[in-house]
């Protein structure tokens, strides 16, 4: 954190990781959850978790219950779930299960909060739901490493000429926390996804495979730069990484587990037939993406669903492993350790 930021806020928040710029604001909006903070400052390993998978993701109250597994699937495992959100003009690292509940009952009529959404949003006292752009910077502004979600966005089909590409890709780039997914969507086009990434110095580590996971299969075509076998063996290159002053996130690419992974060509034809009906719709922006997971899942008759909540729950799970490992390396390696 820079001395300015530091200067205006109290000592009771936690750090910004480092490089991340902090705003005179921040002090005042941003609202730790206790058990949250304690673990933070006494250096317990925390996973930080979207919101948007419960407002625009699935249907109430499926959402909720969702987002309490995918809590306890963190705690399972040592680690501290927090979820974020924005909430009456507050930048939430942490939720209560009535909060959560909140965002499940309001769904689409909750915000979907990007990067460039958040002033708009806590200037009004609205209620956000967090991207994985915006759950990476607030992880960051309290000092959160992990991230686990479902999957990344990304450069949608026809990217090269809509340009449309999703700000998770370079809030990547400029952020130092680790997503762990199930790659990016599959609704996009995922070779361009990995040609930006690479293009902005993102790591893309595939877990226990050589090959991007293509969200609801386990295979895309497209080969990964590297691969870790163990939560071990990824906390030990995320602490190189930013030990190295690197500033950029990294991408954990989690395949679904193969039973409860969809047939890759069948998933594909669906996919291909709700894009068609989304441009027929005139349906683009942030709103493609709701749009097609819903789609999707109607024309899969709920197993798309069912599939989701699958591979968020294994996501949380490898998340809070490693979030563990890589408190124990901070730990080993700190000033004054033994």
Request: with cysteine; net charge negative.
């Amino acid at each position: 954190m820079n001395s300015s930021a530091s200067a205006s806020l109290p000592a009771a928040l936690p750090s910004a990781l480092p490089g991340v710029p902090c705003g005179p604001l921040l002090a005042e909006r941003l609202q730790i959850q206790p058990e949250v903070r304690e673990a933070l400052h006494s250096g317990r390993p925390v996973v930080a978790l979207e919101s948007t998978i419960i407002s625009h993701g699935m249907p109430y109250p499926q959402n909720v219950e969702t987002a309490l597994q995918v809590e306890a699937a963190v705690r399972d495992q040592g680690a501290v779930p927090a979820t974020m959100a924005i909430q009456e003009g507050r930048l939430c690292i942490g939720l209560s299960t009535a909060q959560i509940d909140t965002l499940g009952r309001a769904g689409h009529a909750a915000t979907k909060v990007s990067r460039r959404d958040l002033a708009s949003v806590l200037s009004q006292g609205g209620l956000g739901a967090t991207t994985v752009a915006s759950t990476m910077m607030l992880a960051a502004w309290a000092g959160i490493r992990i991230f686990a979600t479902g999957g990344i966005g990304g450069v949608h089909r026809g990217g090269e000429r809509s340009m449309d590409i999703s700000a998770d890709l370079q809030e990547l780039a400029r952020t130092p926390v680790a997503v762990v997914c199930a790659g990016a969507k599959s609704i996009l086009d995922l070779g361009l996804t990995l040609e930006y990434l690479e293009t902005h110095g993102v790591p893309v580590v595939g877990y226990q495979t050589d090959e991007l996971p293509a969200f609801f299969s386990r295979e895309s075509g497209h080969a990964v730069p590297l691969r870790r076998d163990s939560p071990g063996s990824l906390a030990q290159l995320l602490h190189t990484h930013w030990g190295l002053g690197l500033s950029s996130g990294c991408v954990v690419a989690h395949p679904i587990a193969p039973e409860h992974a969809l047939d890759a060509d069948q998933i594909d034809d669906t996919i291909a037939r709700a894009l068609d009906e989304a441009e027929r719709q005139g349906i683009h922006g942030k709103a493609v993406t709701p749009f097609l997971l819903a789609r999707v899942n109607e024309l899969s008759g709920g197993r798309s669903l069912a599939s989701n909540i699958q591979l968020v729950l294994g996501n949380a799970r490898l998340a809070a492993q490693t979030a563990v490992s890589l408190s124990a390396l901070s730990a080993l390696n700190a000033p004054g350790a033994a």
